[in-house]
């Protein structure tokens, strides 16, 4: 019997750990969760010399937990002056409207602020805020993505024209 709860003990940690159980002091319900993929552009390409540069970054949502909003996209740009290969760990804020494929329900904006940090060889991106008009107002949301960072050989030359991040969206934490 000690064994089934300390195993018990063990999934529900690790359940909590990774996010699939929320904790008690939760304040809202998740009202959907979906897996996230998304490509940045930048134009002109990132080095490690400082220059204004646009960006433009694509979304894809999709294995959503919504019935109503399955699946989903959005496009975010923008100009950053003073942008390197490593300028992509600074924070900053935004905007996104998510347009679900179902087109009977309406986007939803998703206004956050968003902090970058090295995990492995990899960057994460985390965009926390609240969904501030259309479907799934006035719901906290969460984005968390996932790519690795620019390469160093390209950045030093060329220079990195292109970036893809894997991850989630939560709404309703």
Not at 78 to 94: E, K
Not at 126 to 151: E, N, Y
Request: aromatic share 6%; net charge neutral.
């Amino acid at each position: 019997m000690r064994h089934i709860r300390t195993a018990l003990a063990i999934v529900v940690l690790h359940l909590v750990v990774v996010g699939l159980v929320a904790p008690a002091t939760a304040h809202a319900a998740v009202d959907q969760e979906c897996v996230l993929s998304e490509v940045i552009t930048y134009d002109p390409p990132l080095t490690d010399t400082p220059r204004t540069v646009t960006f433009h970054v694509s979304g894809q949502l999709f294995n959503c937990t919504s019935s109503s909003a399955s699946t989903g996209s959005y496009a975010e740009s923008g100009t950053v002056t003073g942008a390197t290969c490593s300028g992509t760990l600074s924070p900053g804020s935004g905007i996104r409207v998510f347009t679900w494929t179902n087109g009977a329900i309406a986007p939803s904006t998703f206004s956050y602020n968003r902090t970058a940090t090295r995990v492995g060889g990899n960057i994460q991106v985390v965009a926390v805020g609240s969904i501030t008009s259309g479907t799934f107002t006035p719901d906290p949301a969460k984005s968390v993505g996932l790519g690795a960072q620019p390469d160093p050989t390209a950045c030093a030359t060329t220079g990195v024209s292109r970036l893809t991040a894997a991850g989630s969206v939560t709404i309703g934490l």
